[in-house]
Antibody, heavy 114, light 112 residues
Framework: QLQLQESGPGLVKPSETLSLTCSVSGGSISRNNYYWGWVRQPPGKGLEWIGS???????YYTPSLKSRVIISVDTSKNQFSLKLNSVTAADTAVYYC??????WGLGTLVTVSS | DIVMTQTPLSSPVTLGQPASISCSSS???????????LSWLQQRPGQPPRLLIY???NRFSGVPDRFSGSGAGTDFTLKISRVEAEDVGVYYC?????????FGQGTKVEIK
């Protein structure tokens, strides 16, 4: 069974870059027909899909964040990462990584504040 | 973007009684490959989301059979046949037929 774990700073200053990593265990990130993605949840609110990449190599982002976000993969470390630049307080949320939405990390709270 | 609309937004239920949540999409969720990528997720308080149902009606591994999904096209339903205390939480429908993937607003299930 896949296990995912997010890691990264819990506090980011406005206008800086949020960087998170998702470490995958129990299976290869290169497995076929899987997608790996990020979802966020502002405090007290619902879920928002950020973006995903597929084993085929394609990556998709939600339009509202597309200009600021990059999802990348490091197959040698079995990890994938999220970078969101020019953050504001509106980017404060719990960030989850997910595999196919079948498996989820526990989430990590990122607060944007000076 | 496909808009997912859930009703009700809150559902107080008596233990042992059934519960039902509806989800409608602004466009058909039938993919060009013939599948319908509509899923249901449960989020218990303080926990990450958990996949319950995928492709309308398929229960994910380990999901109790009191959870069932149905529907087609743009209208879908999640049913809990007999609500248990551990079912308290927020339930989300989600479509993965078209990018961007989108979630419903969530339905809070609580015990009366």
């Amino acid at each position: 069974q896949l296990q995912l774990q997010e890691s990264g700073p819990g506090l980011v200053k406005p206008s800086e870059t949020l960087s998170l990593t998702c470490s995958v265990s129990g299976g290869s990130i290169s497995r076929n027909n899987y997608y790996w993605g990020w979802v966020r949840q502002p405090p007290g609110k619902g879920l928002e899909w950020i973006g995903s990449f597929y084993s085929s190599g394609s990556t998709y982002y939600t339009p509202s964040l597309k200009s600021r976000v990059i999802i990348s993969v490091d197959t040698s470390k079995n990890q994938f990462s999220l970078k969101l630049n020019s953050v504001t307080a509106a980017d404060t949320a719990v960030y989850y990584c997910t595999a196919n939405i079948d498996y989820w990390g526990l989430g990590t709270l990122v607060t944007v504040s000076s | 973007d496909i808009v997912m609309t859930q009703t009700p937004l809150s559902s107080p239920v008596t233990l042992g009684q059934p519960a039902s949540i509806s989800c409608s999409s602004s466009q058909s969720l039938v993919h060009s490959d013939g599948n319908t990528y509509l899923s249901w997720l449960q989020q218990r308080p303080g926990q990450p989301p958990r996949l319950l149902i995928y492709q309308i009606s398929n229960r994910f591994s380990g999901v109790p059979d009191r959870f069932s999904g149905s529907g087609a096209g743009t209208d879908f339903t999640l049913k809990i046949s007999r609500v248990e205390a551990e079912d308290v939480g927020v339930y989300y429908c989600m479509q993965a037929t078209q990018f961007p993937h989108t979630f419903g607003q969530g339905t809070k299930v609580e015990i009366k």
